[in-house]
């Protein structure tokens, strides 16, 4: 029986069963059970920010695991600490950190600081984007504004309101003296790479100012220079109130945090929330390294080769490149995302079809200029295959 076979038997159907099985990887490189080599063009969903087998990971990594792998939350240890505050040292103003091990439970930290909040000061729903997405767990899941994975596990416990993304009109008759928090990606992710107009996160930032509401930025997937800067909050000079991070954290190692700013750091009494694995040492020292070795120069210049290399190619199907930084969507003028993603990987590349019109493109932050143009040599033929 094949991998696949038995993954098929083995695993729920949730996930269908996957195209490729992945064996190891070393850079901007992976390979398959059957030693075929791809460039990674997709970095496991922006989160393997150094690539694969990162000298600096495996080093962090290995030490740590060598040392001490785990502590609970009933003794704290060096290396939470040195990430705290690291994270603390790259975001503005005073802030406060909880660590978990996933987008979607900082998303549940940062849902259950916001209740807090709205608890105390009497108010009652809150508001996020539809096509938002902000994980599979039920208070993030309530967040999420796709009703073909919300809608069958509802009613949910809070009243959310949904507005359409990039609409500073809609959030602003949407967001009263009543609304507890706003919870928006600075680019939607899963939707598609999907930035808003200039100046939408800084309307939501005085919307909620205004009205008291809680501006929470989920960058879970847009965060650690996936954009060029650290936080993409940090490019709209806009704070939230809460931030959420996950994904290229870790390069690899599961770690999320929630990050709550000025009084919004100060919510949580002692006992409020915790998680045994969350900030584990090995995934602080993992984060460590990320943060050690992301280069924001470079991840500019790359992302500049990237995007005029993609705007450069002329092809029927390609509609237009849209994103921010090394995370760019390929539109496509047909909905044959899942075509050129197959077509991608005959090729040697792994994208995503991250919707039915639009690929995901979102290499290791270590991309090189050889990966790139490599990639942009294929590209036009990707599209001939998927036009077929
Ligand atoms: C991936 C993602 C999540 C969920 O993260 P998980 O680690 O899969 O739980 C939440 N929000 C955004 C914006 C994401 O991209």
Redesign the pocket.
Same mark, same amino acid.
């Given at each position: 029986m094949s991998l696949y076979e038995r993954f098929e038997q083995a695993f729920m159907p949730n996930y269908g069963v996957p195209p490729i099985a992945l064996a190891r990887g070393e850079g901007t490189q992976v390979w398959d059970v059957d030693g075929r080599r791809y460039l990674d063009f997709i970095a496991g /969903?922006?989160?393997s920010s150094l690539g694969h087998a990162h000298p600096a990971v495996v080093d962090a990594v290995s030490r740590q695991v060598a040392t001490i792998a785990h502590t609970s939350n009933l003794f704290l240890h060096e290396p939470e600490v040195l990430l705290a505050e690291r994270l603390l040292g790259l975001l503005d103003g005073p802030a406060r950190v909880f660590f978990a091990? =996933? #987008? &979607?439970?900082?998303?549940e930290a940062a849902y259950k600081l916001a209740l807090k909040y709205g608890r105390r000061e009497g108010r009652s729903y809150f508001v996020a984007a539809e096509n #938002?997405?902000? #994980?599979? @767990?039920i208070g993030?899941l309530s967040l &999420?504004g796709k009703p073909s994975i919300r809608d069958q596990f509802g009613p949910f416990p809070v009243d959310v309101r949904f507005v359409p993304y990039g609409d500073a009109d809609a959030l602003k008759e949407a967001v009263t003296g009543d609304c507890i928090a706003v919870f928006l990606?600075p680019t939607?992710?899963?939707a598609g790479v999907v930035p808003p107009p200039d100046g939408y996160f800084e309307a939501a930032r005085e919307i909620c100012d205004s009205t008291g509401a809680l501006l929470v930025a989920?960058? /879970?997937? =847009?965060a650690i220079g996936r954009t060029g800067h650290w936080f993409a909050h940090q490019a709209e000079g806009v704070t939230p109130d809460i931030l @959420?991070l996950?994904?290229g954290l870790g390069g690899g190692l599961?770690i #999320?945090a929630c990050v709550g700013f000025g009084d919004a750091g100060k919510l949580f009494e002692k006992g409020d929330h915790g998680s045994t694995f969350g900030g584990n040492p090995v995934s602080c020292a993992a984060a460590l390294a990320v943060l050690d070795h992301v280069d924001l120069d470079h991840v500019r210049s790359a992302a500049a080769r990237l995007r005029d290399g993609l705007e450069a190619v002329r092809h029927p199907l390609l509609q237009k490149v849209r994103g921010r930084g090394l995370w760019l969507a390929a539109v496509l003028t047909e909905p044959v995302a899942a075509r050129a993603q197959q077509a991608a990987a005959d090729a040697g590349f792994l994208v995503n079809a991250v919707q039915p019109d639009a690929l995901r493109i979102a290499p290791p932050l270590v991309v090189t200029e050889d990966d790139i143009d490599a990639f942009l040599a294929a590209f036009p033929a990707v599209l001939q295959e998927a036009a077929k």
């Open positions: /969903i922006a989160t091990n =996933s #987008g &979607t439970e900082a998303n #938002g997405f902000h #994980g599979r @767990t993030a &999420t990606e939607q992710g899963e989920d960058e /879970i997937q =847009s @959420t996950a994904k599961p #999320g």
